[in-house]
């Protein structure tokens, strides 16, 4: 009888740590019916060489740069954002309170870029314009959404650009 109360306990194990796995597994919804646009960050330019730029992610993970002023990549690229950067967007914005953010920082001044986001996910969709008094959550944010979609292979549409 001690046999079968030990396999008994480890298929009982075995079986908990499955069902964890797929509580924890999370399905991500990326857009909406009424909108495809996912994701988006402009930075737009300023009196120096601030680089100026549009990355724009639909629901499907298609994505489109259209680099302007001082831009690392200048012209139109395309690329493919795979699932998982796009859960990590939206995973990330969530986790610094981007949803709960104020619409707009900004103020009297003339010669600061902005920066604008937007994510549009589990049914939820904010845009935040940042330029001045910007909170340090939004600026990491930012920068890590550079950094992942930095990452992804875009490819030039216009090599007249």
Same mark, same amino acid.
């Given at each position: 009888m001690r046999p079968f109360s030990l396999t008994t306990l480890v298929l009982v194990l075995c079986s908990a740590?499955?069902?964890?796995?797929?509580?924890? $597994?999370?399905?991500?919804?990326?857009?909406? #019916? @009424?909108?495809?646009?996912?994701?988006?960050?402009e930075r737009t330019p300023c009196f120096?060489?601030?680089p100026a730029y549009l990355i724009t992610v639909d629901r499907e993970g298609a994505a489109?740069?259209?680099?302007?002023?001082?831009?690392?990549?200048?012209?139109?690229?395309? $690329?493919?954002?795979?699932?998982?950067?796009? #859960? @990590?967007?939206?995973?990330r914005a969530s986790a610094i309170g981007f949803f709960a953010m104020e619409d707009r920082y900004d103020g009297p001044v003339t010669d600061l870029p902005s920066t604008i986001i937007r994510v549009n996910g589990d049914g939820r969709d904010k845009q935040v314009l940042a330029r001045y008094k910007t909170p340090p959550a939004f600026k990491t944010f930012a920068a890590y959404a550079d950094s992942l979609l930095d990452r992804v292979a875009w490819e030039r549409v216009h090599a007249e650009d």
């Open positions: 740590c499955g069902q964890q796995q797929r509580v924890t $597994a999370t399905n991500h919804t990326f857009g909406s #019916a @009424a909108d495809a646009l996912f994701f988006s960050l120096g060489k601030c489109v740069y259209t680099g302007r002023t001082f831009a690392d990549r200048p012209g139109t690229w395309k $690329a493919r954002v795979d699932q998982a950067t796009m #859960a @990590a967007l939206l995973e």
